[in-house]
Each structure stands twice: as C-alpha cells, then as structure tokens.
C-alpha cells in the first residue's frame, strides 16, 4: 500500500499497524514544542524547526519506513500543523494559478489555464472542514448551515471562497485563486496577449488620463491585465486603489491600498466598495483604481470620472465591449438613487473613454479581443468605435489558437486629445493625413449604438 493511502487509512481510523495517523502525530509534535519559542520565528524558521522535532519524533516512536515515505510523511505533519494540509504543495507550486476542492475527495488545480484533476484529496470531510475553519478563522468568520458561504483571503493574498451543505450538494468546496505574477506590458505582449502597436497606444491612453474599462469574464486575466496597465502611470502621482481582495501589485512609490471587509460574525462591520469609492475620493487622489465594479458603486465611479478624477482604471465582469455598456447601465441603476436612463448614458458618455475587453481561448491563452473607444457625446446614444480586435483563425488539429491583430485608425478628436497630452499616435493606429478617417480595417459597418445592439 502507498504511504498516502496508508496515511488516509491512518487518518479514518486511529491504531493501525503502521502506527498512529497524522492527526496524532500533529498532536504530539504540538506537545514537544515551546509554542511561545515557535510564535518567534518567521514561517522558514518555524517549517525548519518543527520538521527537526516531528524527525526526532519519528526516530523514537515511529514506524520504520524508506528515506521519501519519510519525507513525506514528516512533510505532511507539519503541513497540518503550520498550514492548510494537503493543500500545502499546491500552494507552494508557482504554476497552480487555482485550486478547487469539490467535496474531500476531488481536487482540481489550474495550469497555464487549463483546469485538470490531480490524485490527491482529503483523508475525510472532518478533514477538509478543519483546513477551512483555518482559513475563516484569521478573518474573524465562520461558516457553518447558518452561514454556508464565505469569502476570505489568506495571508499570502489568495482570495478564498467556501460553501457548505446545505447549499453545495457534493460537500464542503473549496476554491483558491492564487495571488497574480506581477506582469509588466512588455511580458504580455512576448506571451502574445497584445501587440507591440496596442501596448504603444494603451500607455499613451493611460499617460493621457483617458478613463479605462477592462472586460472579459472569470479566469481572463483583468487583474493582471490592469496590473501591467498601470505600470504607465507617472511615479509621481498619488494613487488609490480599491478592491475587493487586494491582489495588485503596483510599482509606483505614492499608492493608498483599500480594501473592503465583509460583516463579522454577527453580521455588522462591512464596509462595500462603494464606501471606499466615496472616501477615496476626499484623499486628494490623482488617479482611483478600483479592482472591479459590481454593484451600486458603479455611479458613483462614473460621477468620480465626470468631476476631475481623469485617468481612472476599472475592470467590470462582461462578454464584450458593446455589453460592457449595458453591463455599465444595469450596475448604475443598482443605487438607491433613482437615476433617469438618460442621465445614466450621459454619465457613461462623458465618463468612459476607452473599453478593453479580454478573453481566455480553448487552450488557456489570455489576450485582448477588442478595443473600443466611446465617440459618442452628451444627449447622444452610446456609441463606440472598435479600433483593434483579435482576427482568430480555424483551430487545428494541435487545438492552439492562432491570429492576428488588426486595427483601425483612431478618430479625430481622441487623435487630437493624445496630441493635446504630447502623446504620439503609434503610426498603425494614425488616421488619413487629410485629417479624415481612413478606411476600416474591420470593413465599412457603422459603428453599433444602443438601438441597433
């Protein structure tokens, strides 16, 4: 039998041949220990330390076993006893970007995105349920029948999400977002995720102060995508940003990090985004950054847009650029204030300068699809003007998606705006020298606008 089955029957039933279960092994390491000595110690010191003792341990009581069944086994102790068990390695594996527990006995991970089940799982449900109490404890919640959803991070900044019977039918799920690898814009354009053209004008876009959307679905990259987007603000501008779970990763020296927090266990404290939107905009910020846009914090982004607050960053969960408007409309109707329709589009009108929309191909590539630019001004329908996409072309045999991107020339007045700002227009991009627009790359269809969406 291998050692992980063994330890699993250890674990399912205490006093085997083998000798005792993980579980009891934690408990005597716990027992050897000067907790108060370990509490001291940074984490590296206090794996180290621990592995000495459960080595000792094992050398005095425990069963005989091969040099790697040894390892492990002192591995997986201490893992129980420091961190999340089982899922240690998984956590420690830089190419996992997800981890989903479905019930104790299914485990999938996400690679290069793609998703795949491993052969690994939990010795039981008490198990998985110990390694989640973990998790919720350090943010003061718990989860139980009468609190069957929760949303938490780990320290390292894994954002968390848990549910629980009765809710979920296959048992506790657990899933696990690894923190994003800060990239820069020159990395995304070598893993093809946009063109050298595209990344030109984006940073002229951001170093202009043009208010940008990011879209696309779960799993795209929006995060990482933002990420790299802002590496073109000034060094020297004074930076908010807003969140949800606190995954960027800027570079700049002046930046304020907020992040909202749920209610507590008796169901009061929170605070949403949309009250960190608000305060944030009496820090004197020179750019707001809000990590995504989901609720009724929508108007007040887009008002923070329209009153000097240019340059703005956001992302928001949509299938593309044209319902990325719409998305926009139904979030800003979500306030309590009662907002005629006609005042939500000129909101978005004067607001949204430019919308980037992401997608995640069949085999796990990230890039942009589509950029857009709002033409349309106040008491006008909404109107945009698609100005890059990603042409994709038949999938092979090999399932690896292949394209190009094309692109169309800017429109007069956002050429002029860029000028205004001492950008250059990257020369894939410039419009006809006679200052009128040149033909399409994307054909002569007008540009869509609410009636004909």
């Given at each position: 039998m291998g050692l992980k089955k063994r330890l699993d029957s250890a674990d399912e039933s205490t006093g085997t041949a083998g000798?005792?279960?993980?579980?009891?092994?934690?408990?005597?390491?716990?027992?050897?220990?000067?907790?108060?000595?370990?509490?001291?110690?940074?984490?590296?010191?206090?794996?180290?330390?621990?592995?000495?003792?459960?080595?000792?341990?094992?050398?005095?009581?425990?069963?005989?076993?091969?040099?790697?069944?040894?390892?492990?086994?002192?591995?997986?102790?201490?893992?129980?006893?420091?961190?999340?068990?089982?899922?240690?390695?998984?956590l420690a594996d830089p190419t996992v970007t997800e981890i989903m527990v479905n019930g104790p006995n299914s485990v999938y991970v996400e690679r290069a995105g793609r998703?795949?089940?491993?052969?690994?799982?939990?010795?039981?449900?008490?198990?998985?349920?110990?390694?989640?109490?973990r998790i919720v404890a350090q943010v003061n919640?718990?989860?139980?029948?009468?609190?069957?959803?929760?949303?938490?991070?780990?320290?390292?900044?894994?954002?968390?999400?848990?549910?629980?019977?009765?809710?979920?039918?296959?048992?506790?799920?657990?899933?696990?977002?690894?923190?994003?690898?800060?990239?820069?814009?020159?990395?995304?354009?070598?893993?093809?995720?946009?063109?050298?053209?595209?990344?030109?004008?984006?940073g002229a876009f951001v170093r202009a102060r043009l208010n940008v959307v990011i879209t696309?679905?779960?799993?795209?990259?929006?995060?990482?995508?933002?990420?790299?987007?802002?590496?073109?603000?000034?060094?020297?501008?004074?930076?908010?940003?807003?969140?949800?779970?606190?995954?960027?990763?800027?570079q700049q020296?002046?930046?304020?990090?907020?992040?909202?927090?749920?209610?507590?266990?008796?169901?009061?404290?929170?605070?949403?985004?949309?009250?960190?939107?608000?305060?944030?905009?009496?820090?004197r910020p020179d750019r707001v950054i809000v990590g995504e846009v989901r609720g009724a914090e929508t108007l007040d982004m887009l008002q923070a847009m329209n009153t000097g607050h240019d340059g703005s960053l956001v992302t928001v969960h949509a299938n593309s650029t044209e319902d990325a408007i719409y998305r926009l409309e139904t979030l800003a109707a979500m306030s309590e204030v009662k907002i005629p329709y006609e005042a939500?589009?000129?909101?978005?009108?004067?607001?949204?300068?430019?919308?980037?929309?992401?997608?995640?191909?069949?085999?796990?590539?990230r890039r942009i699809t589509e950029i857009a630019v709002l033409t349309s001004g106040r008491r006008e329908q909404i109107r945009l003007h698609s100005i890059m996409r990603f042409d994709q072309e038949p999938v092979g045999l090999d399932r690896v998606v292949r394209g190009r991107f094309v692109r169309a020339p800017l429109p007069r007045e956002l050429v002029t705006r860029l000028t205004h700002a001492g950008e250059a227009v990257p020369a894939a991009f410039a419009a006809a020298e006679n200052g009128t627009a040149a033909p399409s790359a994307f054909g002569t269809a007008p540009a869509a606008t609410r009636e004909d969406r």
């Open positions: 000798g005792a279960s993980v579980a009891q092994w934690r408990q005597r390491l716990l027992e050897e220990v000067n907790l108060d000595d370990l509490a001291k110690l940074d984490l590296p010191q206090r794996r180290a330390r621990l592995e000495k003792v459960v080595g000792h341990l094992l050398t005095r009581e425990g069963p005989v076993l091969s040099t790697r069944e040894r390892t492990m086994l002192i591995r997986r102790i201490v893992d129980e006893a420091l961190g999340l068990g089982v899922l240690e390695p998984l998703v795949s089940r491993i052969d690994l799982g939990f010795a039981s449900e008490g198990q998985l349920y110990q390694t989640i109490d919640r718990r989860v139980d029948e009468s609190s069957p959803m929760v949303d938490a991070r780990l320290p390292t900044g894994e954002r968390v999400n848990v549910i629980v019977p009765p809710l979920s039918l296959v048992g506790p799920v657990l899933t696990i977002r690894r923190f994003p690898r800060a990239y820069r814009m020159d990395e995304l354009v070598a893993l093809g995720s946009l063109d050298e053209a595209t990344a030109l004008l984006l696309g679905g779960t799993g795209t990259g929006k995060t990482t995508f933002l990420n790299a987007l802002s590496g073109f603000i000034p060094n020297f501008e004074r930076i908010i940003t807003i969140e949800d779970s606190a995954e960027l990763q800027l020296e002046h930046i304020v990090r907020l992040e909202s927090r749920p209610a507590n266990i008796e169901g009061e404290g929170a605070i949403a985004i949309r009250d960190l939107v608000r305060n944030a905009l009496r820090m939500v589009r000129d909101q978005i009108n004067n607001a949204i300068d430019a919308i980037v929309h992401l997608d995640r191909a069949p085999d796990g590539s």
